[in-house]
């Protein structure tokens, strides 16, 4: 990809870059909405990619072609302080933005973006762009940061830039992820504490429902909230707590009388999840595909009932995974209200399953849903090119 886009760069620039990246999308295995609650989550990169070119320029404009569509963004340097709506190229002002508030002069600079990364799929699109936009600066402008400085500088992008509260999931994984690994995340350390290997001959096939929830970005925050709240009531009682990632399955279970009904549930969902990725890794030591994948099926269920970031669409393909022969296990993947399946099969079957998937989904729903078999990806990269 990265010599294409060297050669559309050249061409649409009249001069080589100097620098090219790339990030790629990710997907969360195991440890649904615990990053924000600084708790454990498995996930990956996968072999889909974002890459970057640019050159820097004189001047304070900036321009970004996306060789995709075409399509092409301009912004003065002294203009950026504050996101403009609708506009892919926040992504890149958001980051220089970041970077300034980290003491670094980032000057002007001529680029150009193609990815692979299935966008608004749940795969984060968004943050290997604006991981892959970043490390191509950091070539050009000497930016010196460590790479959690770099997946802190990216959810400030969402955070301060774009207003969502997203944790650190999905910048986190973009950079860290290892080929063919998943890795174990520990977001109170901000740290990988370790890499597990996907079983030899399994793959993980991304099922994208098509559909995504209109209210998606105030749900993920209002579930935020209601995490944030039950935690409060249970520093009450657990005072050494500081986060949901502290209480125990049996400690929840003993204060629940203090919780609304709805909170209950929501601290249930991350309770559970960070304990059934702990299962996973010792399951995944052990060999034990089967039950692995059990907890994919668990977590799915915990999504549906007590978080309530399920869709009916995610509902019904979750169904299928359970009447179509060959998954071990399936749970929708990142921030829910739509997005994104991951299901557990047979590499070698992978294909035909998922194929029978979408059928069976088209034949209920009326929509195409697109599939993907992932590859497990090394994280982000970047090089000087002259
Ligand atoms: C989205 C967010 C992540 C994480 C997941 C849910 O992908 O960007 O930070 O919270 O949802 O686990």
Redo the contacts with the bound molecule.
Sequence with gaps: MNEQLIKEFTARFGAAPEAVSQAPGRL?IL??????NQGFVLSCAVGLNTAFAARRIPGTVCTIRDFRDGSEKKFDLGQIDKAAKGDWSNYVKGMIVALRRRGFTIGAFEAGMRSTVPLSAGM?SSAAFETAAGFALRELFDVKLTNEEWALAGQEVENSYLGLK?????QFSSIFGKKDSIILSDFRKIAVLRTVQLPAGYAVAVINSMKKHNLVDSE?NTRRADCESAAEILKGIYPEAQTLRDISLEQLTNAKSALGEREYRRALHVVGECTRVHQAVELLEKGDVAGFGKLWFDSHESSRVNFENSSPELDYLIELANSVPGALGARLS??GFGGITIHLVKKDEADQYAQKVCAAYKLRTGINAEYYICELGDGACSEKIN
């Design positions: 969360e440890g649904n909405h615990t990053d924000y984060s997203t944790g650190l999931l999905d993920y990142g921030g």
